[in-house]
């Protein structure tokens, strides 16, 4: 035998030659050494088998028969189809035996198979299907212990059963069993609304206080922010000591007269220019009610911005600088203090408050004059947008860098003026009826991600509670809310007429606009975009017909729409309905609108917050209607 010097550390080991006559492993036998190589070319079985008087436990004769002890991938292919077969067979039933496979008939039992003939100890934990080769041998004398094997369900769960296999009893896997799981709704997906304890209407009335949302509107440089921001300082919500901080730092911008208007106006853009371009938010309260500023911007370029905030209000400031030149600028030449009127009456404000600012100008001086003069030009035009002037209007002289007639009045000044300061006259005005008992309706203004998803909005009607689902229109999504705020503050319950905001769980940032509308599960809102309205033709360079594309406001909903048809004009005197191709300025008509997308409306006999309009064209406002009849 030739020698490897390089093989290992053993330089005299010999060369390595593969045994084709090794014994092949068996998982579960013992080791048995290989013949030697030298006898290959003997016939039968190796030597040292000769030597025993009965083949080696385990390996049967067969395996040692034919030329070299035998062809053992051969016999390693039988054990494997025997096993498969075994694994194939179907679970033994009682009075039932396997039969040992044909090789194996005529095969005598073997000493170790006289040993396991002995009554075993029972374990019943062990699974029936383990694969020692002692299940090739012949079944025990005794059945009884077969019945001892584990279940046939674990045995189910190792050894698939093929077609051609017996099949299963069917009584082992009864299907009565499954229709009750039928039955019963499947709930994953759905979420089933929150029950809580219907609303206590009466109770609600008597306890909550009145929440009442104040829009400031009226012409650029009116003093709009400077009065929001007098009225923190009065009411205690912005103290001295931040008064003056705004102050410093209005001076140094060269805005010493504007410092006020800053407990407003937080963005930096907006106090470079001193001006208002988003909606402004502040809180304060009075003995009786619970304020909300909102201070809108008086530029026309942000008139979107105004009418957010106009539709949110339950009751409109409009503030009129006395200033000599300032007025007629916002009145007579086409200033905003015209469209603004407008908007806000279609936005649903019943009572207006003209507060005449900037009495103590040196131009005015407390002038009586003066202020009857802004009366009788103002209110001639506000009677046609709608207001009584009797019951609607209510005029208040004050100066917003002072304070004079907002909280107190002044020593010595307008003494011709005889009726209530402005948070006096305000805290007594009538309680507006709330729909606590109603459907909620909560219109989304705003939306941000804090933690999780917020929208901001307004209760128009029903009560919210923490960890209510509701339903997010028109998206249909069933949202849960985690956490509810009124204002700035945590609360349970949230209720008509608050504003709020909303964490909710199920929904995205990215997957809510402004003008969604949450709504009880129960009773969702109308979706759709093609309806009727009523308009009435403000401004107008040419004329409308079929066609016509402008800018729909609804609520906090900004659409574009189409006019598909102009089903007829309405006679003013009359009201009778003639057919027309086309209506003009100060025209009545009823027209059908068309948007791109669905979104959330009602028609304003239902539900008149989201049921007025503005229809707004080249940054103007063209249009104001009503919604008749929704299409689809």
Known sequence: ??????????????????NANAVPFVPGQRYAASPPHHQQQQQGPPQYYQQQQQPYPGYPPQMFMGQGGGNPMMYMQQQHQHQQQQMQQPPMQIGQWQQPPPNQQQQQPHSHQQRHTQK?????????????????????????????????????????????????????????????????????HVVKPSKFPPVNVEEMERTHKEHLNIVFIGHVDAGKSTI???????????????????????????????????????????????????????????????FTILDAPGHKSFVPNMITGATQADLAV?????????????????????EHAMLVKTAGVKHLIILVNKMDDPTVKYDEARYIEIQEKLTPFLRKCGFNPKTDLTYIPCSGLTGAFIKDRPEGDAL???????????????KITRDFGGPIRMIVSDKYSDMGTVVMGKMESGVI???????????????????????????????????????????????IMSGFVICSTEHPCRVGKVFDAEVMILELKSIMTSGYTCVLHLHSAVEEVIVSRIICKIDKKTNEKQKTKFVKQDDKCIL????????????????????????????????????VKVVE
């Open 1 to 18: 035998m030739s020698q490897n010097p390089q093989r290992g550390f053993n330089r005299n080991a010999p060369t390595f030659v593969p």
């Open 120 to 188: 075993p100890e029972p374990v019943p934990q062990q699974p029936a299907d383990s694969w020692d080769d002692d299940a090739e041998d012949s079944v025990p004398e005794k059945k009884e212990e077969i019945k001892k094997e584990t279940p046939q369900k674990e045995q189910e769960s190792v050894t698939k059963e093929p077609a051609a296999a017996k099949p299963q009893p069917k009584e082992e896997k009864p299907k009565e069993a499954k229709p009750p799981k039928e039955d019963t709704p499947v709930e994953e």
């Open 228 to 290: 929001g921001g007098q009225l923190m300082y009065l009411t205690g919500m912005v103290d001295k000591r931040t008064l003056e901080k705004y102050e410093r730092e209005a001076k140094e911008k060269g805005r010493e007269s504007w410092y006020l208007s800053w407990a407003l106006d937080t963005n930096e853009e907006e106090r470079e220019k001193g001006k208002t371009v988003e909606v402004g938010r502040a809180y304060f309260e009075t003995e009786k009610k619970h």
């Open 318 to 338: 409009l503030v009129i600088s006395a200033r000599r030149g300032e007025f007629e600028t916002g009145f007579d030449r086409g200033g905003q203090t015209r």
């Open 416 to 430: 011709w003026y005889t009726g209530p300061c402005f948070l006096e006259f305000i805290d007594g005005l009538a």
């Open 465 to 511: 509670d923490k960890g209510q689902n509701v339903l997010l229109m028109p998206n249909r999504t069933t949202v849960q809310v985690i956490q509810c705020f009124s204002d700035e503050d945590e609360v349970d319950q949230v209720a008509a007429g608050d504003n709020v905001k909303l964490k909710l769980k199920g929904v995205e940032e990215n997957e």
């Open 592 to 627: 059908r609108i068309e948007a791109s997308e669905p979104f959330c409306l009602d028609t304003y006999k239902e539900f008149p917050v989201m049921g007025r309009f503005t229809l707004r064209d080249e940054g103007k406002t063209i249009g104001i209607g009503k919604v």
